[in-house]
């Protein structure tokens, strides 16, 4: 990410270089003040909007870690509440089913959902823990008792789970994403085009701004889709939840 930004501000540099030859921007001197002037309207609003979107990303971001984690807890909890039936077989058909589910969600690493689309096969994963759910006889209080909870708890666990899969297809608006990229080219190209005196400091501004843009270019993108780039979510509360079941109980 950082090398990409330098490599970015490094061409903007260049393209400053360029276009103060070709156009001769020196000249224009006597413009500085109005160009600043627009500068600082421009950028006061490009900011605000620009901490908007990297605002929603990350938000987005946090909410779909929240929810992995939420999932993964519970599993772990469901497979406590079958405990209290006091059914060995019982306990050993949720372990398996729980670790089957668990394994694919692992396997699969959220790939699928970072191309937009759904895995089918934990879906059916997922519903064969109903089926175990639909299996169970008891007939004293206490079963039912415990029953009514694993009831509730496996209908909390499905919304957080549909919750998780629907915020992890959420994008940003093509739109929005757009109005980011075409307004922080107007923002380069001002600095491009601006005629320092002191080509030395046109440089540090232009390079500056340009490593910054290329930053916020690759954090939007990556916080966008979790599941892709530098900060991508990872399955590890699985992980984790799998291994407190097997070690724990």
Known sequence: MISKSFIFAFVAIVGMYVLRLFFQT???LSDVGGLSAFVTVFGTLYGIMAAFVVFEVWNQYNTNSQLIDKEAQGLERLFRLTLYFRDSKLTEKMKAI???????VIAGKFQT??????NPETGKAFRKIAEIIR?????DDHDSVVFDHIINHYGQLGQIRTERINQSL???????KAFLYVSSFFALMTFVVMPFSNMFYGFLA???LGFILAMVFQLVED???PFAGAFNLTPEPFERALKHIEEDY
């Open 223 to 225: 916080l966008d889709n």
């Open 206 to 208: 232009v390079g500056a």
């Open 170 to 176: 959420n994008r940003l608006p093509v739109l929005l």
């Open 113 to 118: 959902l970072g191309g937009g689309l759904r």
């Open 26 to 28: 020196e000249t224009y």
């Open 98 to 104: 729980i670790k089957t589910y668990a394994d694919l």
């Open 135 to 139: 299996e169970l006889k008891f007939d």
